[in-house]
């Protein structure tokens, strides 16, 4: 769903949507629930897909995105099908669907398929409406192919000149089970399956990673990781997708082992701090920061099992998995500043402008750490939302390599 968002924030006010009402019987579950009444609004809007990302390089094509509306008149079921063209993969065919059933519950589900290597298959749900909302339940079952994926070596000193591409095969899994053992707190249980294979990329331009690089990289060859989790969280943030003020704080240690079907034995060690503070009453200017620090520990850790920084939601100006070592330290600020509200197709959505700098490093330890080896990367945002449940974005970062621009649907933090 990546390349659908920016047609959506540019292209949509050129273009005429079609709003109809359809009989709730005609639109089984998932599609809608006792939520809806029973005549349900469908917008329908269809539109061109011009996107670009630093991997992946040029998509177009074009998209019908349907938007259901429960009886409260929210956006609460998104249907988007496309059908996209990009020279290293061929022709891509999706499906996407985002199903939000009640404030407690939602699926997502994707389905593509490319003519030259790429597809992703997966499907995530939560739940939180058990044992009086106490219990959370998490999941994340996926097969994908990646044939625009890089990798520069290790450290933050790693050269553009060594660049390299593959193709990241992956099946896996991955669940948690949260329980709040006091108002705001959380502790939470997790598993993670993850089967990796690498093969030749489709990005022909670029030489091969094991043509690059010799096969003393660990996970080279491909690698198994099945990890379990302990994390805890303290949350007072408004709102789980969309918070506009409020504090979160995890803490969250991982360990992978030989005995349960790892590749190697290792962990990793990781603290997250995120703050969402409004400057004025009407919530229209909202400071956003977040610091992160990863630690991986163990010997021959695969290259993707450590720790990673670059794309859309680390350091916005790189491609995907810029900058690899055993330690990263990311610092973002991001400045969301709604411009106006505005029904546009019969959807109510927020527009909103997000300057943001991501400071980062990777480093084989925290003792280690050098100022000058820090990227500063400036950018900007760009913000479709339709509360309570869905946000487009485009963000265009600025790094040494030049500007990244990376569109999707979230927020990156």
Same mark, same amino acid.
């Given at each position: 769903?990546?390349?659908?968002?920016?047609?959506?924030?540019?292209?949509?006010?050129?273009?005429?949507?079609?709003?109809?009402?359809?009989?709730?019987?005609?639109?089984?579950?998932?599609?809608?629930?006792?939520?809806?009444?029973?005549?349900?609004?469908?917008?329908?809007?269809?539109?061109?897909?011009?996107?670009?990302?630093?991997?992946?390089?040029?998509?177009?094509?074009?998209?019908?995105?349907?938007?259901?509306?429960?009886?409260?008149?929210?956006?609460?079921?998104?249907?988007?099908?496309?059908?996209?063209?990009?020279?290293?993969?061929?022709?891509?065919?999706?499906?996407? !669907?985002?199903?939000?059933?009640?404030?407690?519950? #939602?699926?997502?589900? @994707? &389905?593509?398929? *490319?003519?030259?290597?790429? $597809?992703?298959?997966?499907?995530?749900?939560?739940?939180?409406?058990?044992?009086?909302?106490?219990?959370?339940?998490?999941?994340?079952?996926?097969?994908?192919?990646?044939?625009?994926?890089?990798?520069?070596?290790?450290?933050?000193?790693?050269?553009?000149?060594?660049?390299?591409?593959?193709?990241?095969?992956?099946?896996?899994?991955?669940?948690?089970?949260?329980?709040?053992?006091?108002?705001?707190?959380?502790?939470?249980?997790?598993?993670?399956?993850?089967?990796?294979?690498?093969?030749?990329?489709?990005?022909?331009?670029?030489?091969?990673?094991?043509?690059?690089?010799?096969?003393?990289?660990?996970?080279?060859?491909?690698?198994?990781?099945?990890?379990?989790?302990?994390?805890?969280?303290?949350?007072?943030?408004?709102?789980?997708?969309?918070?506009?003020? !409020?504090?979160?704080?995890?803490?969250?240690?991982? #360990?992978?082992?030989? @005995? &349960?079907?790892? *590749?190697?034995?290792?962990? $990793?060690?990781?603290?997250?701090?995120?703050?969402?503070?409004?400057?004025?009453?009407?919530?229209?200017?909202?400071?956003?920061?977040?610091?992160?620090?990863?630690?991986?520990?163990?010997?021959?850790?695969?290259?993707?099992?450590?720790?990673?920084?670059?794309?859309?939601?680390?350091?916005?100006?790189?491609?995907?998995?810029?900058?690899?070592?055993?330690?990263?330290?990311?610092?973002?600020?991001?400045?969301?500043?709604?411009?106006?509200?505005?029904?546009?197709?019969?959807?109510?959505?927020?527009?909103?402008?997000?300057?943001?700098?991501?400071?980062?490093?990777?480093?084989?330890?925290?003792?280690?750490?050098?100022?000058?080896?820090?990227?500063?990367?400036?950018?900007?945002?760009?913000?479709?939302?339709?509360?309570?449940?869905?946000?487009?974005?485009?963000?265009?970062?600025?790094?040494?390599?030049?500007? #990244?621009?990376?569109?999707? &649907?979230?927020?990156?933090?």
């Amino acid at each position: 769903m990546r390349s659908t968002v920016l047609p959506i924030l540019i292209v949509a006010l050129l273009l005429s949507g079609c709003t109809t009402m359809v009989s709730r019987s005609k639109l089984p579950p998932p599609l809608t629930s006792d939520q809806f009444a029973d005549q349900v609004k469908v917008v329908s809007i269809p539109l061109p897909v011009i996107a670009s990302s630093p991997n992946e390089g040029i998509t177009s094509g074009a998209l019908t995105a349907f938007l259901l509306h429960n009886g409260k008149d929210e956006v609460s079921t998104l249907l988007a099908p496309q059908l996209n063209y990009n020279k290293n993969f061929g022709t891509t065919g999706t499906l996407y !669907g985002a199903f939000y059933p009640s404030p407690d519950r #939602s699926w997502e589900l @994707t &389905l593509s398929q *490319s003519t030259t290597i790429n $597809h992703d298959y997966d499907a995530k749900f939560r739940d939180k409406s058990l044992l009086d909302k106490k219990l959370e339940l998490n999941g994340f079952v996926f097969s994908i192919a990646d044939g625009s994926s890089r990798f520069f070596g290790f450290q933050s000193d790693s050269l553009k000149e060594n660049e390299s591409n593959y193709t990241d095969y992956e099946d896996g899994f991955n669940f948690s089970v949260g329980y709040d053992i006091a108002p705001h707190l959380q502790i939470q249980f997790g598993d993670r399956f993850r089967h990796v294979r690498i093969g030749p990329g489709a990005v022909t331009a670029i030489p091969y990673i094991k043509d690059k690089f010799d096969d003393t990289i660990p996970g080279v060859n491909g690698f198994i990781t099945h990890a379990q989790r302990l994390a805890l969280i303290y949350s007072t943030m408004d709102s789980r997708d969309m918070p506009t003020e !409020g504090f979160y704080t995890r803490l969250s240690v991982e #360990s992978s082992g030989k @005995t &349960l079907g790892s *590749s190697n034995d290792y962990r $990793h060690y990781e603290v997250e701090v995120k703050g969402y503070v409004p400057l004025d009453e009407n919530k229209r200017f909202i400071s956003v920061q977040r610091i992160a620090y990863f630690q991986t520990l163990g010997p021959a850790v695969p290259f993707l099992e450590r720790s990673i920084l670059g794309g859309e939601n680390t350091l916005r100006g790189y491609g995907r998995n810029r900058f690899i070592d055993s330690c990263y330290l990311l610092v973002n600020l991001e400045q969301r500043i709604r411009l106006f509200r505005w029904t546009i197709f019969n959807v109510n959505a927020d527009w909103e402008l997000a300057p943001f700098v991501d400071l980062g490093t990777v480093m084989p330890s925290l003792s280690d750490i050098r100022a000058k080896s820090f990227e500063f990367n400036p950018g900007l945002g760009f913000r479709a939302v339709v509360r309570p449940n869905i946000v487009g974005r485009v963000d265009v970062g600025i790094g040494k390599d030049g500007p #990244s621009v990376f569109v999707g &649907l979230g927020y990156p933090f």
